[in-house]
């Protein structure tokens, strides 16, 4: 056997998580003990399960345990009693009862679901082992939820009082890189360096998954030790501005590259401009350690403005294209500068309230921040089959313990129920589970050692914290660090302490200690196999599934007559966007006909589509509608496997109207437009125009120009 080289290094902020949750749990032991509390493992166990390096989310985790718990017990108390006579009955009801939490926890992909997730799978917990004793169900409920209140109040009292460690610097790295990977994006745009098109897209998928991870993280804002607390609607404000700010800026890049395209290189009065303008966006945000960064003064963005809009009114271009792409580029430059403006304006808000001088949230556009639970993907057809998965392992178990009538069967019912819960977020929980299950036997040697030697040796609480110290104080530096996370948990939590919890440590026996063991190990097992082979899916099936779900709300959004759920379709597919990439690369990098850039093509079909209806009059006859019903008619229609430039070329009648509204739009001569126009109506003009534009370079982007384009009458405004 081979020995390390060197001993395992800890830093100081692990040693001191480890040791606040070993504090946490000698305290809960003590008071659930004094208490005469039956099983104070399961108040030890909690310190554990809610214990996070950051003490807001040690707080919120506890509030959604405590409530999970509640929830859980009371539909135990429901069930139990009513159906004990009918083990059947009681099982496939216990098994319904989780299904449903699972369910209705998948679709909500924040710290919440983990409300929902323990309310079912504690309702087995309590439900399955009390069948042998229903009478005394009540008693059991009630003391397990005891149990799991005095570990939460002194876990979270722990985490809280002694060197509470605020997510306030975690918080503001990551929006402070979120603006960094927006500013790297911008920079880069008009650079036409070989490696400047690869650069652009490491940054757009990093800010893709910036903005995700910010949603989540900011659920956690509330219940932070600092003055973070009060900046949670300024920071629910900066994610919906950056994911207003992504289609804006993902078409002035392609706008950019269309004009590259007709011409080998961008014409010097767009590079010096467009050029001028992106450097000084990123350098108003742009922070030094401790510093607070500037919004540019109103002058300064009114100069931004006009020179945007002189891309569209210069000296006219050579054609009517050119004309269209300048007019349309400008158009969404603008957007970005405003969108912008806004990131950095909150970002400053923030600033302030963490100094705690918390002002009004600045006026953005009207737009109001949406909850995370509005935004993030949810696809309901996966959250049914986990719960499906979940409900057949653990009527398997329980059929397999009632014909047997074996000891241990509740162990195994109970295991099935958590494993199912705990892994059902991923595309394939599988290998997943057999990698916790592994762990879980190799913990067996040590949770023996405790629960046949040690625990019986135990007569007063300082000889349990001696001989719980070694084991739980280094598995907890591990239970702190993201990389060793799960083994530790199968070790710690599952191995020893579940253990524990599971026995009354001062009379186990070696039969009741196999038994239990067993159980767990075969209700590990069996939620294995049974996701296995009836829930897991593929890394590239799963990508397809989310571009084609992204595709269907296309479908159906130029129907939709709130503008609300229009701009949330922009948040909704950047969470997308930031779901696919992980999947593509654990697919080997390609999945056919799914690409993350492909769904930044959506993302701005859907900007396109929404400014499209709300100036749909302003082209003639039924021209604006009749373009609307077969954009969504082309996705709703999506052939699996295809782009969505791929798709489109089979539907020329939809290129032509599409061009027949540029004719219309465009003046005559190619002449920029004149002033005459209501500043309203122009405007209006322009946001179509940019809008028909931007359709025409999504869905037809080689389609070359009408060589003798109709002459078409200009509509008046």
Known sequence: ??????????????????????????????????????????????????????????????VFRLLGTLLGCAATLLLVPALVDAPELLTLALALWVALCLFVSLLDRTPRSYLFMLAGYSAALIGFPSVGAPLGVFDTASARVQEIAIGIVCGTLVHSLVWPVSMAPTLIGLMDRTLADAGAWLRGMVQAAPNAAAGRQAARRKLAGDISQLRVMATHVPFDTSHLKWTASAVRALQHEVAALTPFASAVDDRLQALRDADGR?????????????ARLPDSGRTAPGSVPTPLPDTALAQLHTAAR?????????????????????????ALIDAWAACVQLRQQIDAGLAGRPAPLPATNGRAAPAARDVLHRDV??????????????????????????????????????????????????????????????????????????????????????????????????????ATFMKAMALLLSGVIGTLSLHDTGQADFASFVNAMI?????????????????????????????????????????????????LHAARVLDRIGLLAPRIAQAGGTVDGVNADDALVDLRIGTDLHALRRHAALLPGRLGPDILAQVARLFREHPAGLTTGQAAQDRPALARRIDEGLQALLPSGTSPPGPDLAADAADGRRELLAALVGLRR????????????????????
């Not at 961008?266 to 992106?278: K, Y």
């Not at 398997?396 to 129920?417: D, E, K, R, V």
């Open 698 to 717: 999504n869905l037809y982007p080689t389609r070359p120009w009408p060589a003798a384009p109709s002459t078409l009458q200009e509509v008046p405004a």
């Open 266 to 278: 961008l014409p010097a009065d767009v590079e010096r401009t467009v050029g001028e303008v992106l």
């Open 519 to 567: 159980g767990q190990v075969l209700g590990v097992a069996a939620a294995a196999v049974v996701t296995a082979l009836v829930r897991s899916v593929s890394a590239d099936w799963g990508a397809r599934r989310i571009q084609r779900m992204t595709w269907r709300e296309l479908g159906r959004l130029p129907r939709q007559a709130d503008d609300a759920q229009a701009r």
């Open 1 to 62: 056997m081979r020995l390390p080289r060197q001993l395992p290094r800890f830093s100081a902020a692990e040693m001191l998580f480890s040791a606040k949750c070993f504090a946490a749990a000698m305290l809960a032991m003590t008071v659930a003990s004094w208490a005469g509390l039956p099983r104070p493992f399961w108040a030890l166990m909690t310190t554990y399960i809610v214990a996070n390096p950051l003490a807001g989310a040690v707080r919120s985790k506890a």
């Open 381 to 482: 057809g996966m959250a049914a089959w986990s719960a499906l998965a979940a409900a057949l392992a653990i009527c398997l178990c329980s059929a397999f313990w009632i014909f047997t009538g074996w000891p241990g069967g509740s162990a195994m019912a109970m295991m099935a129920a958590v494993f199912c819960s705990f892994f059902a977020g991923m595309d394939d929980p599988a290998p997943s589970i057999y990698a916790f299950l592994k762990v879980l036997l190799l913990s067996l040697p040590l949770a023996a050692l405790y629960v046949l030697v040690l625990m019986p040796l135990v007569v007063d609480l300082p000889t349990l914290a001696l001989v719980c110290a070694p084991a739980f104080l280094v598995l907890g530096v591990y239970l702190g660090r993201p």
């Open 310 to 334: 002189s891309l569209g009114e210069t000296a006219p271009p050579a054609d009517a294209w050119t004309l269209a792409l300048r007019t349309g580029l400008a158009v969404r430059l603008e």
